[in-house]
Nanobody, 124 residues
Framework: VQLQASGGGLVQVGGSLRLSCTAS????????VGWFRQAPGKEREFVTA????????GYTDSVKGRFTISRDNAKNTVYLQMNSLKSEDTAAYYC??????????????????WGQGTQVTVSS
């Protein structure tokens, strides 16, 4: 599975962005997909993830109520809708996929495939 993240950019505080993660491969619908982010000088952290058939989602506390993950398996794409953006959301955002094991995974080590990052910059 190869992943391509896109949709990053510069946005003002309070604004919105939608990131996309498009995958190659016919088995994408059997993978859980997550988004992680890494701010300058900080470790990469879990943001959100979704199960293969969208039955389950998980979010880190700091984005609950503001970010929404979704997927369209027919398009091999996972989306991250980010609303009410804050300056602390500034980071490179990475999508990743893992073979589904029945639970949402927040651990980077459990993800098998990674896309390149897409930069999100929230300015005040």
């Amino acid at each position: 599975v190869q992943l391509q993240a896109s949709g990053g950019g510069l946005v003002q505080v309070g604004g919105s962005l939608r990131l996309s993660c498009t995958a190659s491969g016919r088995t994408f619908s059997t993978y859980g997909v997550g988004w992680f982010r890494q701010a300058p000088g900080k470790e990469r952290e879990f943001v959100t993830a979704i199960s293969p058939k969208s039955f389950y989602t998980g979010y880190t506390d700091s984005v609950k109520g503001r970010f929404t993950i979704s997927r369209d398996n027919a398009k091999n794409t996972v989306y991250l809708q980010m609303n009410s953006l804050k300056s602390e959301d500034t980071a490179a955002y990475y999508c990743a996929a893992h073979r589904w094991i029945g639970v949402i995974s927040q651990a980077m080590a459990e993800y098998d495939y990674w896309g390149q990052g897409t930069q999100v910059t929230v300015s005040s």
